[in-house]
């Protein structure tokens, strides 16, 4: 009993390590659209469009700046597995294909 307790214990604990992270979304507010003839709160929104599409633009940048360093770390890690496959393993002598086998 005491065995299959900490089983499903460490289980449910275990499942959010591997799960992947929610997709970041972005905290800017879209203003209202007021009456066009209120010309104070028209050029109000107007103000808080151009604030808004800031908002975006920094977030769009500062996640695609993240996905360029991304893919530069991925391609450092590529880099190194094909240097040590080229000096460290004998590729098709001591890992030959499957077709090869036969």
Do not use: I
Not at 5 to 11: D, I, R
Not at 40 to 50: E, K, S
Not at 52 to 61: G, L, M, S, T
């Amino acid at each position: 009993m005491h065995l299959s307790w900490c089983v499903l214990v460490c289980a449910l604990f275990a499942v959010p390590l591997g799960a992947h992270q929610r997709d970041p979304e972005h905290a800017c507010a879209a203003p209202v659209r007021p009456d066009k003839s209120d010309a104070v709160a028209w050029n109000h929104f107007v103000d808080l469009v151009d604030e808004y599409r800031a908002c975006v633009n920094r977030f769009v940048e500062r996640h695609y700046a993240a996905s360029d360093r991304h893919r530069v770390v991925a391609n450092s890690a590529t880099r190194d597995w094909s240097g040590f496959v080229r000096s460290e393993l004998n590729v098709p002598e001591d890992f030959p294909h499957e077709s090869d086998r036969r």
